[in-house]
């Protein structure tokens, strides 16, 4: 028998301050409902019965947690999109929810990159329906997306300035070298061209233009000196025992 799998979403109204609610509202009309580009939400999932499904913040055990559909009172509800239907039995969704509990713990939440719509995702894809439309996690893939673009302004930031000690380096034993043959030194037949300053100093020269350019983005990430940035990652009865809201931080 097939089922509707239905999304319900809330504005992010838990701040504890009036005008900070306000604002968020506010902030979700102009950029959701005046440009259709995003704003701050939470979401749920509804399939089989009249609780929704979520995930949030808690400091032990599973973040999975559900609530009578549509009114999880730490929120103000907005409005539910139906993304398909799913042919799964109610036994093979308490799996899936089983599994969840265990993958999504709730001190794993995280504002960016591991949320309550991230979640919602995930269980839209395990039951074989759409995932959750762009503007409802889209602030937060910004947010993530920015951090990310930091990180690796950083990485490549770090790594020019290893290139420009080393390069530094080799200008330092080039100088010492032509400070030596300013000694007057002298040098076998063998070796009469490793040792002068002009061969020396174009093999310095071709160092400095060649070897001192910054590495491209795929040698970074293949560098393998640990300095990269990460950024950081029963029964058949349904999970009852898990339906506290947990808070989005």
Partial sequence: MMTDVILHI??????????????????????????????????????????????????????????PSGKNPMYTYRECIVLGQTNFSILKINQILRELSR?????????LSKN???????????????????????????????????????????QAKTEIVSASKVAYRFLLGVANNATGAPESPGNSNRGTPRFQGTWFKGLVTNGAKPSSSSEIENQDDGSCLQWQQ???????????PRHDI
């Fill in 116 to 158: 309550c719509n991230h979640f919602c995702d995930e269980f839209c894809e395990r039951l074989g329906v759409e995932k959750l439309p762009g503007w409802v996690n889209r602030f937060a893939n910004a947010g993530d997306a920015a951090m990310e673009v930091a990180g690796n302004t950083a990485l490549r930031l770090r």
């Fill in 234 to 244: 029963d029964d058949e009865s349904p999970l009852r025992q898990n339906s506290q």
């Fill in 10 to 67: 809330y504005d992010v109204t838990n701040s504890g301050s009036d005008k900070t609610n306000n604002t968020i509202v506010n902030i979700n009309k102009i950029f959701k409902d005046g440009i259709g580009i995003g704003g701050i939400f939470h979401s749920a999932v509804q399939v089989y019965g009249d609780d929704e499904w979520s995930f949030g913040f808690c400091e032990q055990g599973t973040g999975v947690f559900s609530c």
């Fill in 103 to 111: 993958e999504w713990p709730g001190n794993s939440y995280d504002l």
